[in-house]
């Protein structure tokens, strides 16, 4: 079974451009989770998604920043017009069913924006 | 509304024993423990749902005082595969926003030979 799987692991990006992050959760979960860490600091949640639906978006910026889980295929974190302040690892989790089951990681994307 | 995680750092030498407490001004439904190594995604240890709970994995386990708004993690015997940094993650959304879990700052755990 394979896990939570996250592409790409590292995306450059120039400032103004646009970065699209995908993740695909492990085989059977339906609930996607979205967080990002600054270099030196803690997970900050973003967004909460089940499938073709937004549970949470609390902790994503009101601009620029989009998720979306469609039926078919991966969940897709959005940043248009990147900016320096963007640059940091994003990392998705996936869990089962409930919210109260265990959030599995995948292994990040680390956003780079010159 | 962050869980505080203490101590902020620790320093050990192989075969020593650790504790990181992570702390909630807020109501305890559940606690998540994970460690995660530079670079690397966070790694799951163990989930606790219930306030007196306590779970165990190989020589780290944990407790959950619901009352206190607290939870331990205990490392015994530590090995240098522990090193790394401990995060809890607290579910502070309640109703449908249950799974969005908050994460205190870190404890940076390092174990030398």
Request: glycine share 10%; hydrophobic share 30%; with cysteine.
């Amino acid at each position: 079974n394979a896990g939570v799987m996250q592409n790409p692991r590292h995306l450059v990006r120039r400032r103004g451009q646009e970065a699209r992050l995908r993740c695909s959760p492990m085989k059977g979960h339906s609930h996607v989770y979205w967080y990002r860490q600054l270099p030196e600091e803690g997970l900050k949640f973003m967004v909460y998604l089940q499938k073709e639906n937004i549970i949470d978006e609390s902790g994503m910026p009101k601009e620029r920043f989009s998720a979306e889980f469609p039926k078919e295929g991966p969940s897709i974190l959005r940043i248009q017009q990147v900016v320096r302040g963007d640059s940091a690892a994003y990392f998705c989790a996936s869990s089962p069913g409930t919210a109260k089951e265990t959030q599995y990681f995948g292994p990040g994307t680390r956003l780079l924006v010159l | 509304q962050q869980p505080v995680q203490s101590p902020q750092a620790v320093i050990l030498r192989e075969g020593e024993d650790a504790v990181i407490n992570c702390s909630s001004s807020k109501a305890l439904y559940s606690v998540h423990w994970y460690r995660q190594k530079h670079g690397e995604a966070p790694v799951f240890l163990m989930i606790l749902l219930k306030g007196g709970e306590q779970k165990g994995h190989e020589k780290i386990s944990a407790s959950f005082n619901e009352k206190k708004q607290q939870s331990s993690l205990y490392l015994t015997a530590s090995q240098l595969s522990y090193s790394g940094t401990y995060f809890c993650g607290i579910p502070l959304g309640g109703g449908t926003s249950y799974g969005k879990l908050t994460f205190g700052q870190g404890t940076i755990l390092t174990v030398h030979p």
